[in-house]
């Protein structure tokens, strides 16, 4: 399995607070996403990033900053939680941007804004 | 806007039956394909990647590619309970931004 890990798991918070995800990789992949799964809308591609300090914004980026600042570590951070950002949040992570190389995913972190 | 599509499902098959999963998608440019299974709260797990027309096998699994007709197959020989998930279908092609697009998924349920 590839090495990912997200914390926290599980995370209930507040309206108006700010909220940091954050995925670690020992896999050494230059690549990493961060995305979200709802019903109805299945997985959708918050950021990504393609190298230390190098991120793009994904389809659903409003209201979502990211920071990688080492190969390992890539951070999701909600400035101001709204209820809609409730979601499951999974980190992936390829060695390429996925025309030869898949994309494996994190065990994910269940986010609920009250 | 281009996109994958996928039957919802749910797709019910008996025990030790073939499961028939089929995707289209709309970018004819499109280069990789691959099937992802997930079970219930659980995070997406890689089964099969397809790059060229034909078949590729992986055990009890079969990837079926075909690129004139724009689908995506993957068959699932003799079926077992534990096969339950949604299956998700993601394409992916480098004119795209180089993002995968993803589909819905089908959710095929084993009945022993």
């Known amino acids: 399995d590839a090495g990912i890990t997200q914390s926290p798991r599980h995370k209930v918070t507040e309206t108006g607070t700010p909220v940091t995800l954050r995925c670690h990789q020992t896999?050494?992949?230059?690549?990493m996403y961060w995305y979200r799964q709802d019903p109805g809308h299945g997985l959708r591609l918050i950021h990504y990033?393609?190298?230390?300090?190098?991120?793009d914004k994904g389809e659903v980026s409003d209201g979502y900053s990211v920071s990688r600042s080492k190969t390992e570590d890539f951070l999701l951070t909600l400035e101001s939680a709204t209820s809609s950002q409730t979601s499951v949040y999974f980190c992936?992570?390829?060695?390429?941007?996925?025309?030869?190389?898949?994309?494996?995913f994190g065990d994910g972190t269940r986010l609920s804004i009250l | 806007q281009k996109e994958v599509e996928q039957n919802s499902g749910p797709l019910s098959v008996p025990e030790g039956a073939i499961a028939s999963l089929n995707c289209t998608y709309s970018?004819?440019?499109?280069?990789?394909f691959f099937w992802y299974r997930q079970y219930s709260g659980k995070s997406p797990e890689l089964i099969m990647s397809?790059?060229s027309n034909g078949d590729k096998e992986d055990g009890r699994f079969t990837a079926q590619l075909n690129k004139a007709s724009q689908y995506v197959s993957l068959l699932i020989r003799d079926s077992q309970p534990s096969d339950s998930a949604t299956y998700l279908c993601?394409?992916?092609?480098?004119?795209?931004?180089?993002?995968?697009?993803w589909g819905l998924g089908t959710s095929l349920a084993v009945n022993p």
């Open positions: 992936a992570i390829s060695e390429s941007t996925g025309g030869d190389q898949p994309q494996h």
């Open positions: 896999e050494n992949h230059r690549y």
């Open positions: 990033s393609y190298g230390v300090k190098d991120t």
């Open positions: 970018d004819r440019g499109s280069q990789s």
């Open positions: 397809i790059y």
């Open positions: 993601a394409v992916y092609n480098a004119g795209n931004n180089r993002k995968l697009i």
